[in-house]
């Protein structure tokens, strides 16, 4: 079986936020699914995925914490700063860590 289906995220703030409840909800289907893969890509330049631990909150903030002084916003050498301070490194942060996941 092969299913293929388009979700939309609603829109969160800056962040590493949790989507499996979203992905969950949007595909009922994966309830009977005992061995797959599910490919999960994100149709935006400025957003990106990764697998993490979710038991602990601590670990979204220290993402956050770590991929901001990677890439710190207002640096004077950006050009590309056309929806804000946080445009560029946004692109920056989605470049690193990709736009899509494949999960067995």
């Known amino acids: ?11 969160r703030a800056r962040g590493f936020h949790l989507i499996t409840r979203d ?8 309830a009977g699914v005992s061995v ?3 490919h999960v890509f994100i149709q935006h330049t400025s957003a990106s995925l990764t697998i993490n631990e979710n038991a602990d ?4 903030v220290d993402f956050e914490e770590v991929f901001s002084r990677l890439v710190p916003e207002n640096q ?7 929806e804000g301070p946080d445009d560029l490194p946004a692109h920056i942060k989605s470049s690193l860590l990709g736009p899509s ?3 067995q």
């Not at 079986?1 to 829109?11: G, S």
């Not at 992905?23 to 994966?30: F, G, S």
């Not at 004077?76 to 700063?81: A, F, I, T």
């Open 1 to 11: 079986m092969w299913t293929q289906k388009t979700i939309q995220l609603k829109a």
């Open 23 to 30: 992905i969950e909800q949007a595909l009922p289907e994966l």
């Open 36 to 38: 797959g893969l599910l």
């Open 57 to 60: 909150p601590t670990v979204r």
């Open 76 to 82: 004077p050498y950006y050009k590309h700063n056309d």
């Open 101 to 103: 996941l494949t999960i």
